[in-house]
């Protein structure tokens, strides 16, 4: 992807400019590494922009038509994205699942209009499916980062007890189940069926928070204990991962991996909110002194983009820091002026992620007409019964009154990224037969796909809490307080 | 950039979560495509978050004392950039420029921090820099954007006649002055001459859209000649590329190519305007109908960026087409709402653009011990005084009394990106002597430095009219209206 410039040292912007001229005119003198080099980055500059409006169109007509029959807009997004990605149309696809340039719509449409030469669709597409899966992963740190500021970090502290009791169970219960029937109802052997238990532990709080904001009951006691729940779940599904990944390598678990990745997790989290505590006098302080345009946003983002950085340098995640920095924010009096200011920046940020999500999933493993699907469709038949039933429990271990148990269970239910990285990592080390993993896929789908819905029905029962923010009331119609 | 993933066709997300973890455990089973795949994805979004930070924190310092001397704070974004460069700290360096991984201080802060090996360091710098260079686009897509939301349609067509006049003589007169005095005064041969010349002729429309609004001139009579000539000019560029160009390859001019471009440009632009005021309705219409959040904003974009599409696809800038996008919207009776949502993402986009184009700034061409430096600074002098002289004089053209006839001239100076892609060009295809390339980048640096001070400067003699927008009222301490 190095294109070699003989200009040397200063090309300041010209990528963006006057650059499909070159292509035009065909000048044999400019026909250089440079000519490819400026031509491509152009050309690369369109994709993502063709890219950009399909995620967009993908994202509103998804999201409005789910809105219309009263299920959750992001339900809309991933559906929008299933649809232009690798399971229909091929607009959206990406090299990583083994897509060429050639499957792409993207690419022919831009070798019919914009110029794009068969030579260099390879290059082209797998930058600009790079910059597409960035700019995804920018949206998903966005949103966490905005889940962090719409959350109350002492209602966090006083639900803690609660949402590690259901982090807990809803992490050794599925496992437990998972791996245990897999063994005894499948006969299948112990790592394979470990490998597929350890898929069923992580909840996706990216799709949960989204469809609480969307409902207004992020801030609702409910609504913190999944969010701090499935905060604790991210960082236990890494150890999960950690331990079953070190049994199948030396059939014995490395102790001090895991102690390092519990200890690190936990001085994370606990440090960064002390010390942004300590330090967000002087945000709001320095914030204040400046004078320039984006000023709170900007260093908001500064914020923000460190603790990421660091989360993801210790080997958590990166949206584990963005969380944490949000949580740390809220609690400065920059706050409401924050949120409204990351909201439009969310807006178009988070749809390339649900899209992203949907269109990378291949539902073709839904498809019983292929032997390993159907064999795969027993086996994801039993793990996703184990995967509801092992999550709606937890809300039952609350001992809160006045709690909607079902929904914090519910709101623990849809697996998504993170169970589709144990299917990754068990398929490439060989420990997971094609239809178990079909079947691990399977679940994912399932358990992203129906949370939503799920999640709208059973907070319906109960009647909204007064206090309760409205992250975005346009969609509330039907859980109002306004 | 292809990285192979067993898995197949389903990676949804993987790269954000858990993945940095592979690294830690270095476990021989996963040591495969996949993990390099999902390691380097995870890397390169780490990569992307500290060049994120380091830009904003570039842009703040610069912006916040550029403002404090009182100075536009654009220019404190380009010098901030300049400094974490490639000309000082090397922080934000760029592949095209001839930088390798190694001389990147953000690729050896992930070494040393993140895990990244010496083996992966290229692709994840390559890579990381494609990203931010595709970011700095979508800012200056953006910024132009909202430039075109502040402008005014009817007041553009009104002062259309004076702003042609005024792009015209600008491109003209530095053309003919540059190129008959590098001939006669430096015995230049004709080639190196007129391309040379060429390079005196087109203005950077973001630098000057940017200190328009960053003073709130944007809107003022001033203002909206220079927005309408800049884009003029943009278009008279480009043309006078594809002349100059073609005749470097054939010593004649290709008639059909500059007619070509010419009815493009011109059908392009009219046709946008027109039919984007004949589809408004239906925008404010569609939007209206939709329930969901960022309805009003993804639609614009959607918008925005099918029309920077096409412009980047008939060989005329992206920019172009976002500039129209805004103009057409800002007809519409949602224009204030949507000025207020693209605020924030223009707030986190567009110090990409000007601190990127700062960074890939060589400031090493000023330095005179090297020799074709000594002989370029000369040639240097003469092309900015004729550089700043060509474009002060097209103020003098305007007969509409009352108007800042200099400020005008001086909102034309900067030359930014447009200037170095002719020395791109001309010396990728021989015709330019080294001195000569490094006079050319010498006279962009300096009229882009410059103008921005100067700019505020003039605009400071005429007392403020009182209909002008503050698009940026924290800055314009002086000149006011609030």
């Keep these: 992807m190095i294109f070699v410039q003989p200009i040397a040292e200063i090309t300041v912007g010209t990528s963006v400019l006057a650059q499909p001229f070159f292509s035009f005119l065909n000048h044999p003198l ?32 998804g999201g409005e038509l789910c809105a219309r029959i009263n299920l959750p807009p992001v339900l809309g997004e991933l559906v929008g994205g299933a649809v232009v990605g690798v399971s229909a149309l091929h ?36 930058a600009q ?35 590690a009791v259901v982090a807990v169970v809803g992490v050794v219960a599925p496992f437990a189940a998972g791996t245990a029937g897999l063994i005894y109802l499948f006969n299948i052997s112990a790592v ?22 969307e409902i207004g009951r992020l801030s609702s006691t409910e609504g913190q204990i999944i969010i701090g729940a499935a905060v604790l779940d991210d960082v236990l599904g890494i150890i999960v991962l950690a331990v079953v990944a070190s049994l199948a390598k030396t059939g014995e678990i490395e102790i001090t991996n895991i102690i390092y990745l519990i ?48 989360a993801s340098a210790i080997h958590l995640e990166a949206i584990l820091g963005a969380f944490a920095a949000g949580l740390v924010l809220a609690e400065t ?3 409401r002026e924050l949120e409204e200011q990351i909201l439009p920046v969310a807006d178009i940020f988070v749809p390339i992620f649900f899209v992203c999500v949907g269109a990378k999933t291949d539902l073709s493993v839904l498809n019983p007409a292929v032997p390993s699907n159907r064999e795969g469709l027993i086996i994801a038949a039993f793990l996703i019964v184990t995967a509801i039933v092992g999550k709606v429990i937890t809300g039952f271990t609350l001992w809160q009154p006045g709690i909607n148990k079902l929904a914090v269970g519910v709101g623990m239910i849809p697996r998504g990224e993170v169970g589709l990285v144990f299917a990754g990592v068990g398929s490439a080390s060989g420990a997971l037969s094609e239809s178990t993993e079909a079947a691990i896929i399977m679940m994912v789908i399932s358990t992203t796909f129906i949370a939503p819905p799920l999640l709208r029905l059973v907070f319906k029962d109960k009647p909204d809490s007064a206090d ?10 039907d859980s109002s307080s306004n």
Excluded: C, H
Excluded at 46 to 53: I, K
Excluded at 99 to 120: C, H
Excluded at 136 to 145: D, R, S, W
Excluded at 192 to 213: C, D, H, N
């Design 129 to 163: 499916s790079e910059t597409i899966s960035l700019l995804a992963e920018l949206g998903v740190i966005i949103l966490l980062f905005e889940i962090g500021l719409e959350s109350d970090l002492k209602e966090l502290i006083r639900v803690g007890p609660q949402a």
């Design 333 to 335: 009096d920059k706050s």
């Design 192 to 213: 394979p069926a470990i490998f597929a238990g350890a898929a069923l532990t992580a909840t996706s709080i990216g799709i949960t928070a989204k469809v609480l904001a």
């Design 263 to 310: 200890i690190s997790a936990a001085v994370f989290l606990v440090g960064a909110i002390l010390i942004g505590r300590f330090l967000s006098p002087y945000f709001v302080g320095l914030v204040n002194e400046m004078k320039t345009r984006g000023q709170l946003l900007l260093t908001a983002l500064i914020f923000a983009f460190i603790l990421s950085y660091i």
């Design 30 to 61: 400019l026909a250089t590494a440079n000519e490819t080099g400026a031509e491509q980055s152009s050309l690369i500059l369109a994709g993502v922009l063709v890219s950009l409006v399909v995620i967009y169109i993908a994202s509103k007509v």
């Design 91 to 126: 607009l959206l696809i990406f090299p990583e699942s083994g897509s060429q340039a050639a499957d792409s719509l993207i690419v022919k449409f831009l070798e019919t209009t914009a110029g794009l030469t068969p030579e260099s669709a390879a290059s082209v597409f797998s």
């Design 468 to 477: 309760e923010i409205q992250l975005d009331s346009a969609t509330s119609q």
